[in-house]
């Protein structure tokens, strides 16, 4: 690694995703499990000490505790450093003006202090929110080289939900001349990665123009390429996944079952961090069938799991069947419970012989029709044994036994919480 | 409150009955359990016990052992006061050498003991796999008021041959203690878990240090202890298993396999510590099958496993079968190989279509048949074992070894791979 100039990164984590209904509610989705032992934010964390930095505030807003009870002092990324290191930065009360972070240019502006106490070249501005291994060195010298007031990273589309994404317009230069957040046409090829590297003096002064708005995108970057700033864009290629919807979310997890997947979290010189956990390995029990999964430390099998993500610490009883889901930590599985297109969050028990995301009539695969809707099972709820939930269906926070209608949830329908009970467990946690 | 934090760790066996295993590291250091080292056991039972101040005595072998312990980290034994410190032996001014004996490695770190002040000093093994809360027997030695409380288990008489003997009286006062008797008096053996008055046990290391003796504690302090003071036992219910053997070794992994394990390696009440690897959790392939196994974070599955452990890294390749076997980190089992019966160590390279442990025919080793009889093989350390080669049972694999080595196709049952070997032939 050659020597690259002073960067101060600055990673949004603070936002919060309704798109990710029961699992987003409780964390910011930067927290969010992911992978079988990761949190979303461990790739952004990860991919910033391999690249050489370690000057790192992260702006969190939305449920934050999850997010920090995860990263504590940065000793899982070896940021507990005296120079550098890791910063929570949470909206604090002022003397004079005090706000909450009205939008991602307002959470950089009222950190106006951090930024300018470091003294940095360029302030690397992250989502952790993102999945996806980059070396941001190689963007820093190409930021360097073109003598970019900011270079912003592209990716390829992803070909789902293209709204969700903003346009990118760039000559063979890679100057970049538009961008077109979430058009109501597909564009079509790069659109930006949220990752922007800025020339710090350049973010500053735009930051604090009188009226500026709060949107980064809107307020600064947008204004730039109208203004004719030098803005390239850094094509990156690789893997590269928004989770911050359910579906999205599903999908770049079950990525990684995939026989060859397109994500490689084996390579040794680019491992992701993460704190660990004192959990004894997985155990497998003399019944258990297991493919195309990845199983955790601390997990327990007895039953089946196929093209499955279990998270530490979880039980999959006998005979149980656990498939195309992800099922997160100390969640127990029932014997003879099957698990179809689920997303099961921390601390759930489901009963004996529940059948969850399974369509009506046959709980066989039905092979060819359209996937159906996933089925997420919000923390810390309690399926009662026998139970039928069809597809899509949402099982809110911390529901109860009591709090099931019958034994018969049909697809898309949503169980919530019910009694005195249900106001004080889950919501306001932010502890996910 | 008990009176007792300092504990001491006697790390520094040369474990020769641990065969390859413990060749190039110290017995506390091998690796147990899929992601553990034997060590792991009595530090964590330390600091779940409240003692955050722990001295481990090391010689023989130390770097695998240091790199492991580090600075304590994962006992959040990292700290100011207190923490984990390994004594190596030093070169002073005077009556300083390599440590002479389990005794001799306290007497010439007394100082240690000296500066804490301890009225008592807890002594413990560092190659025994076991959960205690040492508590109960620290209070149990105080209430008594004896110079030393020893940890009792209970085996059957005949088992007690290879470990220290006590003879207890109808109030557990140790009457008797003979390390190795060829003929047990009874079946309560001392798990080399001590509790001592660091005035007695000084007075009687100061002795022995003077005579002729193996300088040991079981053979030499213990015994005069019961001769000349107050030796309290201890009776210790739980699993408790020594990995002195290759057999021990590998029967108390396999027991951790067991549908209702004697020892589960999962208590949240009672978690065992030990520095994580940063790999991703396992995973398993699409044709793969896994039954009655162990599987740690960074092992990929694309064979089949049965009744094994598997450690971080370890790799079975489509069309591999592991049966009754453990793999060690990063350790690779090519294409349609078969493994059975054996213990492959670290970064081992087992070549496609390679068989391990393979046939019926028990011939015991040729080089150290008392060890390598109940059919087991062994492979040492990144060795590479080329494709297609047949290595039959109670085999010793040598570390470091490359193809080349294998001149042959086969290596039958009871047979010796060493680089030396070879080139006198």
């Excluded at chain 1, 930590?329 to 099957?338: E, K, L, M, P, V």
């Excluded at chain 2, 019926?360 to 008392?370: H, I, K, Y």
Aim: charge should be neutral; include cysteine; charged fraction near 25%.
């Amino acid at each position: 690694m050659t020597a690259i100039p002073p960067v101060l990164v600055l990673v949004l984590a603070g936002g919060r995703s309704d798109a990710l209904r029961a699992l987003g509610r409780i964390r910011t989705a930067s927290a969010l499990p992911y992978g079988g032992k990761y949190r979303v934010i461990d790739f952004t964390l990860s991919n910033c000490v391999h690249s050489g930095l370690n000057r790192i505030g992260i702006l969190t807003q939305y449920a934050p505790l999850s997010l920090h009870g995860h990263i504590g002092i940065g000793r899982a990324w070896d940021l507990d450093r005296r120079d550098g290191g890791i910063r929570l930065l949470q909206p604090y009360v002022r003397q004079r003006e005090t706000n909450w972070y009205r939008g991602t240019a307002d959470a950089l502006l009222q950190n106006r202090n951090v930024i300018e106490d470091a003294q940095a070249r360029h302030i690397l501005v992250l989502s952790g929110d993102l999945v996806y291994k980059m070396d941001y060195a190689e963007l820093i010298r190409f930021h360097e080289e073109h003598d970019a007031a900011l270079t912003l990273v592209t990716v390829t589309a992803p070909s789902d939900e293209p709204e969700r994404y903003g346009y990118v317009h760039a000559d063979r230069s890679g100057r970049v001349s538009g961008l077109e957040e979430k058009p109501k046409r597909a564009g079509g090829g790069a659109v930006s990665g949220a990752i922007y590297a800025f020339r710090a003096k350049e973010l500053m002064d735009r930051l604090r123009r009188p009226g500026a708005g709060p949107d980064l995108v809107c307020d600064v970057i947008q204004p730039m390429i109208a203004e004719k700033t030098r803005v390239f864009a850094y094509p990156h290629r690789g893997y590269w996944r928004d989770i911050g919807t359910v579906e999205s979310y599903y999908e770049s997890n079950m990525d990684l079952v995939r026989p060859a997947p397109p994500l490689n979290l084996y390579d040794p010189d680019w491992l992701i961090y993460t704190p660990s956990e004192d959990r004894s390995p997985a155990v497998f029990g003399v019944e258990a069938a297991a493919s195309q999964s990845l199983v955790s430390h601390g997990a327990r099998v007895e039953g089946t799991v196929r093209r499955s993500v279990l998270f530490p610490g979880v039980h999959v009883g006998p005979g149980a069947v656990v498939e195309d889901s992800i099922v997160m930590h100390d969640t127990r599985i029932g014997s003879g419970a099957r698990l179809r297109r689920a997303i099961v969050d921390k601390r759930v028990v489901i009963g004996a012989g529940a059948l969850v995301g399974q369509a009506e009539g046959s709980a066989e695969d039905s092979r060819g029709a359209a996937a159906p809707g996933l089925c997420v099972i919000g923390k810390g709820s309690v399926i009662p044994a026998s139970t039928r939930i069809g597809p899509d269906a949402l099982i809110e926070i911390g529901v109860s036994e009591r709090d099931f209608p019958g034994r018969e949830i049909a697809a898309g329908s949503v169980v919530r919480p019910t009694g005195r009970l249900a106001a004080a467990r889950g919501v306001n946690g932010g502890s996910g | 409150m008990s009176f007792v934090s300092y504990a001491m760790i006697l790390a520094g066996g040369l474990g020769s009955r641990l065969c390859i295993l413990s060749e190039k590291r110290a017995k506390p250091a091998v690796p147990f359990g899929g992601k553990y080292r034997i060590i792991d056991f009595s530090l964590s039972n330390c600091v779940n016990s409240g003692i955050y101040d722990v001295g481990i005595l090391t010689q023989y072998r130390p770097l695998s052992l240091r790199d492991h312990i580090g600075i304590g980290r994962p006992w959040d034994l990292d700290r100011k006061r207190g923490g984990v410190e390994l004594l190596q032996p030093f070169q002073g001014w005077a009556e300083t050498d390599w440590y002479r004996g389990t005794a001799d490695a306290i007497q010439q770190n007394w100082i240690r003991v000296e500066e804490r002040e301890a009225e008592h000093l807890l002594v413990l093994s560092g190659d025994h796999v076991y959960r205690m809360d040492y508590r109960p027997m620290i209070e149990a030695h105080l209430a008594s008021g004896a110079d030393a409380t020893i940890a009792i288990a209970q085996v059957p008489r005949e088992e007690a041959r290879g470990f220290g003997v006590v003879d207890l009286d109808g109030e557990d006062r140790v009457q008797g203690f003979v390390e190795k008797p060829a003929s047990p008096p009874s079946g309560n053996i001392s798990m080399g878990v001590y509790v001592f008055r660091t005035s007695a046990l000084h007075a009687m290391l100061r002795e022995d240090a003077e005579r002729d003796t193996a300088h040991d504690f079981g053979r030499n302090i213990l015994p005069a202890m019961v001769g000349s003071g107050h030796v309290q036992g201890f009776r210790h219910d739980g699993y408790w298993q020594d990995i002195g053997t290759l057999d021990s070794y590998y029967r108390a992994n396999l027991d951790l396999l067991r549908p209702d394990p004697p020892f589960p390696l999962e208590d949240p009440r009672w978690p065992i510590f030990t520095p994580s690897t940063e790999f991703p959790p396992a995973r398993i392939g699409m044709r793969a099958e896994v039954r009655a196994s162990i599987l740690t974070h960074g092992t990929i599955v694309n064979g089949i496993v049965e009744r094994s452990v598997l450690f971080p890294g370890a790799v079975v390749e489509e069309g591999a079968t592991v049966r009754d076997s453990i793999v060690m980190g990063e350790t690779w089992v090519g294409p349609l190989a078969e493994i059975r019966h054996s213990i492959l160590d670290k970064r081992v390279h087992v070549g496609p279509r390679a068989r391990v442990g393979y046939g019926t025919d028990l011939t015991p080793n040729r080089s150290c048949p008392e060890h390598l009889s109940s059919g087991i093989t062994i492979v040492g350390k990144e060795t590479r074992i080329p494709e297609g080669v047949t290595i039959g049972r109670n085999c010793r694999v040598s570390a470091n070894l490359i193809e080349e080595d294998f001149p042959e196709d086969t290596v039958p049952s009871g047979g010796v791979m060493e680089r030396e070997l070879n080139v006198a032939h």
